[in-house]
């Protein structure tokens, strides 16, 4: 049976860069024309700025892969960002990234990740608790998701589970902030004088400024913690511990605070998307669900979870990666041309921003094969296998790719492969969910489902 999950209506071809600057602030996918999602590459020019949208995997791996400090993070970037994420790593370039990195990627090794298994192991076990209490029932998934999501970036980064009561007043003021911020906003792509209004809604920079102060409690408790040989050997303690190998500094402590925002954003937002599409799909579509049940009873009969099951859990990672190819957590980036370059036999300017969107990429009708339909088993293919190394990048690529791109890759299995053994979840009737891009690509009016002990 085919499945084909929802995706924005595509916007007329052309409008008037005052309605495109309206469109753009309600939904960013929306707000895009449907020949992106067949265009090699499509060139947008105003008085104000030019900017080129690249699908060509070719060009796109010169971008990501080949010459990345030719090409930037965009400085505009940091105009939707800057409020919560202050300097960190997702946001900084040049000798400053390089540091950044030098000091968290040790954190993030295969060594690491095995030992933060457990904790995320009990956050998935007290997320099927709870769900297991609920049912049956029907439930909007986002939010569940969210939750667990956060859980275990606290307990794999802290070391405390959501219930702490720093850890849920972040979670309380996060939710509210991405609902109302987008990855990109319209000064991205317009380059605004310094005294012209940045487009944030009325709360955007109070509550990125109270998520910081908390963040930054923690922080606190943590240094005091280290200093008094009482420290928990988690992902905090090792990232706040280690020196960079070139100078010998470690992170300060606002650097810090950057550095946590980030792992939230990215740990707790991306995931919690990834994971509730994943559940939808599989709901919209009982036999694939039904196969991962099948694939998740044969690896684990009757016991807990362990760290080498994840890799044989194959339908069940394809299941979250064809998730990711069509929900892309993160479905626009934006790098910036730092000398004149040419892309298929156009000029690109010095300052020219370079728009690379997992979102197009990843539906492209001329790369992927049935782009819009749900198949998991198209990773099998050699049109899929071809389109995973080439036209997939859901963690972005190259040496700026996600530093939880490893995490996130057995987290999001896990949760699955929890969640299914454990419940049986069916759509609920008039409730499609529509896709629109905040911090991450959610639904609109969330996503509903049932849920049944299975």
């Not at 009990?122 to 667990?148: N, T």
Request: aromatic share 10%; charged share 25%; glycine share 4%.
């Amino acid at each position: 049976m085919t499945v084909t999950p929802p995706k924005p209506t595509a916007r007329a071809e052309k409008i008037s860069l005052f309605k495109y600057a309206r469109a753009f602030r309600r939904d960013i996918l929306s707000a895009q024309p449907a020949k992106l999602y067949r265009a090699w590459m499509a060139e947008f020019k105003t008085p104000f700025f030019r900017s080129f949208l690249i699908n060509d995997p070719k060009l796109i791996a010169q971008v990501l892969k080949h010459n990345p400090d030719h090409f930037p993070k965009s400085d505009r970037i940091r105009e939707g960002l800057k409020p919560i994420l202050g300097n960190s790593v997702f946001l900084t370039n040049g000798e400053v990234w390089k540091r950044q990195r030098r000091i968290i990627d040790p954190a993030f090794e295969g060594g690491r990740l095995r030992d933060t298994f457990g904790a995320m192991n009990a956050a998935c076990e007290d997320a099927v608790a709870r769900l297991l209490k609920m049912a049956p029932r029907e439930i909007e998934i986002e939010e569940a998701a969210s939750f667990v999501a956060a859980d275990i970036i606290f307990r794999t980064l802290f070391s405390i589970p959501i219930t702490h009561h720093i850890a849920a007043e972040v979670f309380t003021q996060f939710r509210a902030y991405q609902r109302n911020q987008p990855i990109l906003n319209l000064a991205a792509f317009v380059p605004l004088p310094r005294w012209m209004p940045r487009f944030h809604r009325r709360n955007t920079k109070k509550t990125a400024r109270a998520i910081r102060l908390l963040i930054g409690d923690l922080v606190a408790q943590r240094a005091g913690e280290i200093a008094a040989g009482t420290a928990p050997d988690d992902l905090a303690t090792k990232i706040m511990t280690t020196r960079d190998p070139q100078t010998g500094a470690k992170f300060s402590a606002e650097e810090m605070v950057d550095q946590v925002a980030i792992f939230f954003l990215a740990g707790h937002e991306t995931s919690a998307s990834a994971l509730a599409w994943a559940l939808y799909l599989l709901a919209i579509d009982p036999a694939m669900q039904n196969r991962v049940a099948e694939e998740v009873a044969q690896v684990i009969p009757e016991r807990d979870i362990a760290f080498s099951d994840i890799g044989k859990l194959r339908l069940t990672r394809d299941v979250f990666r064809e998730a990711l190819r069509l929900y892309p957590p993160v479905p626009m980036m934006v790098r910036e041309a730092a000398c004149p370059q040419e892309f298929r036999n156009r000029d690109v300017p010095t300052g020219a921003q370079i728009v690379l969107s997992p979102w197009h990429l990843h539906r492209h009708e001329r790369l992927w094969e049935r782009p819009d339909e749900f198949d998991p088993d198209r990773f099998k293919t050699e049109n899929g296998k071809t389109c995973l190394r080439e036209a997939y990048m859901p963690f972005s690529a190259g040496p700026r790719v996600c530093t939880g791109a490893g995490f996130a890759m057995i987290e999001g299995p896990l949760l699955l492969a929890s969640f299914i053994r454990a419940l049986k979840f069916s759509p609920v009737a008039g409730h499609i969910p529509v896709p629109v891009a905040h911090l991450t690509v959610r639904a609109k009016d969330g996503i509903w489902l049932k849920i049944t002990p299975r």
